[in-house]
């Protein structure tokens, strides 16, 4: 739902200290239904909100295609209808208490729900970010505390609002050598640059969305597997060399964008299956290789999370691209399927604490930002 200037304010003060409870090791629960609109991951880890202790079970649920175009027609609006937002809160209600029930855990053994919901819009410049959800209804339906809003705090501050996962990949990396960058191919690519005590993020680029939505568009599949679509295909230099031409590229970070903020599928038309879906990989490789040029040192090693790991064309150009090794985050131990919902399970434990959730090298926000907003479960 769309918030007027004074529920804004309300939620915003809310998330500065949400919660009362001493710091310490604490079980939560984190949810993600991101940009590529796959469906619903889920993830349970024991943290205090500095430091992971303990990486609990998982499970994904991939959405039903109906309810996937659901989601699909909320994309770009700046509200949703109630009925939706209550069938999605419901939807991940109940994808929570049967992980539940499957893994043996009782509600009273999670501390707290970490909610993002899902994005439909995002307008920092304006201070707007959507993301629908409803954290009091989820709470009600799980029984468990839940924190959601995540976002709102820092774009209301003057801040992108996002990646919000980079210190929680500073909590993961805390052993490995720097410079590193960890790689995040969602339906948005966003980056985390680690280095010491050095933690810059932002939005790279697109990632998997407009590739899946050629290939949705052609062929009825959700995705190239494996790249084998593109590896197939020429890319279009010239129309490469347009994309690339957007102002975004050389705008310095931080910075975020919104999944549909590159309009490709006039450009591509006239291409081939084969040929659009080529250019388009070429566009998120080459997008990363621009994203080298507002970073203080090039990275000795790059870390890809996210579905498009999995992508091997990709993951090849994007070695060419970066003159590095590129490797999916399953090589030093991470997961990488649940990597974001184990991500809102950490802020949500600093959001009860009062923590930051961002950063100025992360979000632009003007000074480190607690956030999210916490919803009590009725007792």
């Given at each position: 739902m769309r918030l007027v200037k004074e529920e804004?304010?309300?939620?915003?003060?809310?998330?500065?200290?949400?919660?009362?409870?001493?710091?310490?090791?604490?079980?939560?629960?984190?949810?993600?239904?991101?940009?590529?609109?796959?469906?619903?991951?889920?993830?349970?880890?024991?943290?205090?909100?500095?430091?992971?202790?303990?990486?609990?079970?998982?499970?994904?649920?991939?959405?039903?295609?109906?309810?996937?175009?659901?989601?699909?027609?909320?994309?770009?609006?700046?509200?949703?209808?109630s009925a939706l937002i209550d069938e999605f809160t419901k939807l991940q209600a109940d994808f929570v208490n049967r992980f539940l029930a499957d893994t043996g855990i009782a509600a009273g053994e999670i501390d707290v729900?970490?909610?993002?919901?899902?994005?439909?819009?995002?307008?920092?410049?304006?201070?707007?970010?959507?993301?629908?959800?409803?954290?009091?209804?989820?709470?009600?339906?799980?029984?468990?505390?839940?924190?959601?809003?995540?976002?709102?705090?820092?774009v209301a501050a003057g801040g992108e609002g996002a990646p919000l996962a980079p210190l929680y990949h500073r909590a993961l990396a805390a052993s490995l050598p720097g410079p590193l960058a960890v790689l995040n191919l969602g339906g948005v690519g966003n980056v985390t640059y680690l280095d010491g005590e050095q933690v810059i993020a932002f939005d790279t680029g697109p990632a998997n969305a407009l590739l899946d939505d050629w290939i949705l568009r052609h062929t009825g599949a959700p995705f190239d597997a494996e790249g084998q679509i593109a590896a197939r295909g020429r890319c279009d230099e010239v129309l490469l060399a347009r994309l690339l031409a957007h102002s975004y590229f050389d705008q310095p970070p931080p910075k975020s964008l919104d999944r549909d903020q590159f309009p490709v599928a006039e450009a591509l038309g006239g291409l081939s299956l084969e040929d659009g879906a080529a250019t388009l990989l070429a566009f998120t490789a080459r997008s990363i290789g621009r994203a080298m040029a507002h970073l203080p040192a090039a990275p000795r090693r790059w870390l890809v999370t996210g579905g498009g790991r999995r992508n091997?064309?990709?993951?090849?150009?994007?070695?060419e691209v970066t003159k590095a090794p590129v490797d999916p985050v399953e090589a030093v131990g991470w997961r990488g399927d649940d990597l974001e919902a184990e991500a809102f399970a950490f802020l949500a434990v600093r959001s009860l604490y009062g923590l930051p959730l961002s950063l100025p090298s992360t979000t632009g926000v003007p000074e480190p930002m607690p956030g999210g907003v916490f919803y009590a479960a009725p007792k």
């Amino acid at each position: 739902m769309r918030l007027v200037k004074e529920e804004m304010e309300e939620l915003v003060v809310r998330s500065q200290n949400p919660d009362k409870r001493p710091q310490g090791l604490r079980r939560a629960l984190g949810l993600m239904s991101g940009t590529s609109l796959d469906g619903m991951d889920a993830a349970v880890l024991e943290t205090d909100g500095e430091r992971v202790l303990a990486h609990g079970p998982v499970r994904s649920l991939p959405y039903t295609p109906e309810f996937r175009e659901k989601l699909r027609s909320l994309l770009g609006r700046r509200s949703a209808p109630s009925a939706l937002i209550d069938e999605f809160t419901k939807l991940q209600a109940d994808f929570v208490n049967r992980f539940l029930a499957d893994t043996g855990i009782a509600a009273g053994e999670i501390d707290v729900i970490g909610f993002h919901g899902q994005t439909i819009f995002h307008d920092p410049a304006n201070r707007l970010t959507v993301q629908i959800g409803d954290g009091a209804l989820l709470a009600a339906l799980t029984s468990i505390d839940t924190v959601a809003g995540f976002r709102l705090a820092d774009v209301a501050a003057g801040g992108e609002g996002a990646p919000l996962a980079p210190l929680y990949h500073r909590a993961l990396a805390a052993s490995l050598p720097g410079p590193l960058a960890v790689l995040n191919l969602g339906g948005v690519g966003n980056v985390t640059y680690l280095d010491g005590e050095q933690v810059i993020a932002f939005d790279t680029g697109p990632a998997n969305a407009l590739l899946d939505d050629w290939i949705l568009r052609h062929t009825g599949a959700p995705f190239d597997a494996e790249g084998q679509i593109a590896a197939r295909g020429r890319c279009d230099e010239v129309l490469l060399a347009r994309l690339l031409a957007h102002s975004y590229f050389d705008q310095p970070p931080p910075k975020s964008l919104d999944r549909d903020q590159f309009p490709v599928a006039e450009a591509l038309g006239g291409l081939s299956l084969e040929d659009g879906a080529a250019t388009l990989l070429a566009f998120t490789a080459r997008s990363i290789g621009r994203a080298m040029a507002h970073l203080p040192a090039a990275p000795r090693r790059w870390l890809v999370t996210g579905g498009g790991r999995r992508n091997v064309a990709l993951m090849r150009a994007i070695a060419e691209v970066t003159k590095a090794p590129v490797d999916p985050v399953e090589a030093v131990g991470w997961r990488g399927d649940d990597l974001e919902a184990e991500a809102f399970a950490f802020l949500a434990v600093r959001s009860l604490y009062g923590l930051p959730l961002s950063l100025p090298s992360t979000t632009g926000v003007p000074e480190p930002m607690p956030g999210g907003v916490f919803y009590a479960a009725p007792k």
